[in-house]
């Protein structure tokens, strides 16, 4: 009678255990060739170890498109998890718009999505986690303003259409340069350089030959615009001629930055993204509240402060720690 008390016991001290549920989250980047996207899977791969750590049964995947600019292989990777049954989506949307159909449907079929870096013309998504980039172009406009002493001309190289991230920095830079200094020409801003350095190289060298002689100041709203542009520069013989302010980190721009060739970066937190939007996923599948939107951060980086241990995340993510 002992025994089957005991036995009885322990099969309800079990049964919770063996009835844990396993989680199984896709992380789909909008790219995977950029030194951003992999600072977003670090963060991701710190927030699976620590839940892990926790007693969580979490299996984190990682996939997204080569490029950023393929959006028809970013739905199909979304379909295709979505038609496997994951637990969750942790999704960077390539386009505001192109994007609503297939996270709409992962929400119908009870799949939950997580924002993170851009947004989407949606209101599915549980939360939103990005640096607000709007005001991240404002800084950029202030700045790059500030250091032209309010005259001047200015060039803004924008990325691609449809892409929220980078449109807003777009728009938050533009709306702080005619507002606040109305000294200072806007010479281009609706060009795009495209998602890798090659394409924006050629767009930068088209707005070089064209207003080379005329430009004071130059602002790229990414990785690859900047890159491109930083390389262009270079090849013109106007590196660190000309004021030159760009967003997002990156060993090429912070190598500029180093040299005198590039003025500032606006600095994102990619890791924070990758870290918090799988958190966000694991509470939203334990049916914990998530906030709506999350602000990651932004810092505006100089030669003068590169090595401040305050930017320390913003600039040298940890990224070996996790991605080995």
């Given at each position: ?68 600019d ?21 999704l ?17 079929a ?17 939360s ?18 500030r ?28 709306e ?5 200094f ?10 795009h ?9 050629r ?8 207003f080379?002689?005329q ?13 491109g ?18 967003f ?22 990619p890791m ?53």
């Amino acid at each position: 009678m002992k025994l089957s008390w005991f036995t009885a016991l322990a099969a309800l001290v079990a049964a919770p255990l063996a009835a844990a549920e396993a989680y199984k989250i896709a992380v789909i980047p909008k790219g995977t060739t950029h030194e951003f996207w992999n600072a977003i899977h670090a963060g991701a791969r710190k927030a699976e170890r620590e839940l892990k750590a926790e007693g969580v049964n979490l299996q984190v995947i990682w996939k997204g498109p080569l490029r950023e600019d393929d959006r028809e292989q970013q739905i199909q990777v979304v379909e295709n998890f979505v038609g496997q049954r994951l637990s969750g989506l942790v999704l960077a949307p390539l386009d505001r718009r192109g994007l609503v159909a297939p996270v709409e449907t992962a929400v119908r079929a009870k799949i939950p999505v997580v924002l993170i870096d851009s947004d989407l013309d949606s209101k599915a998504p549980a939360s939103f986690v990005a640096t607000d980039n709007r005001e991240g172009g404002r800084i950029a406009a202030r700045e790059l303003g500030r250091m032209l002493g309010g005259k001047g001309n200015v060039i803004m190289l924008r990325l691609q259409v449809g892409s929220a991230s980078t449109e807003a920095r777009e728009e938050g830079f533009l709306e702080v340069m005619r507002k606040d200094f109305p000294g200072i020409k806007l010479l281009s801003t609706d060009q795009h350089g495209g998602v890798t350095r090659d394409t924006a190289k050629r767009a930068s060298e088209n707005l070089l030959n064209r207003f080379g002689r005329q430009v004071n100041g130059i602002f790229c709203c990414n990785e690859s615009t900047g890159v491109g542009m930083l390389l262009a520069l270079r090849d013109a013989g106007l590196a660190g001629k000309v004021r030159f302010v760009a967003f997002d980190t990156g060993e090429s721009l912070i190598a500029g930055l180093r040299s005198g060739h590039v003025d500032g970066l606006v600095a994102q937190n990619p890791m924070r993204m990758g870290y918090l939007g799988v958190k966000h996923m694991v509470d939203v599948l334990r049916g914990r509240p998530v906030p709506a939107r999350v602000d990651t951060g932004v810092g505006f980086v100089t030669r003068a402060n590169l090595d401040a241990p305050e930017l320390a995340e913003f600039v040298r993510p940890p990224l070996d720690q996790y991605l080995k």
